[in-house]
């Protein structure tokens, strides 16, 4: 297996250690895109990457990140000790998507994109710099064409114009009300929340 391009978005002006995203293609046909290369205190390195872990709350088993205090969906207030903690008591709270499992492929990719990353630091001080991480990579890998026959090519319909009038609405429109003129403050959003 071999790394056959790397392509990096330097971010500027990021207030955090975060410094590039990159993808990288494994023998021209098999790509991982947003690893990221991080500041560390011992130089850049790279992570993989990873999504938020979730957990359902316990009154509605809706899914919120570990870090929530109140539920997206109810409202509950969140137990707060929900994140697994690895040996130095750090909370885990992301799950790598994609990752080397053993220590020289993981060498490898890191070898490769931060020499790559320190190529498009320099490429990025020429003038007309542009980055090609948002460049599509070749479309016609992705098409997929299903022969005339297959159940799998989807149905085409025809669509029927639009009828010239409309049909009637199902209700007739709510008659017009007026505000009583001993009321004439301006009703705003909340008003009347608490009146008698």
Known sequence: MEITEVRNKLMEDSDDRLRAFCSITFDNSFVVRDLKIIDGTSGPFVAMPSR??????????AKNHLRARYCNQCGHAQPQERAVRDPEGRAKLYADIAHPINSACREMIQTRVIAEYKSELERA????????????????DFDVEFPPESPERPATTQ??????TPPPPHHPPAPQTTTPSSQTHRREFGAGIFDD
């Open 159 to 164: 669509i029927q114009p639009a009828e010239s």
């Open 125 to 140: 001080k020429e003038p007309g710099y542009a980055s090609r991480y948002d460049e599509d990579y070749d479309e016609d």
């Open 52 to 61: 938020k872990l979730t957990g359902h709350c316990p009154k509605c088993h």
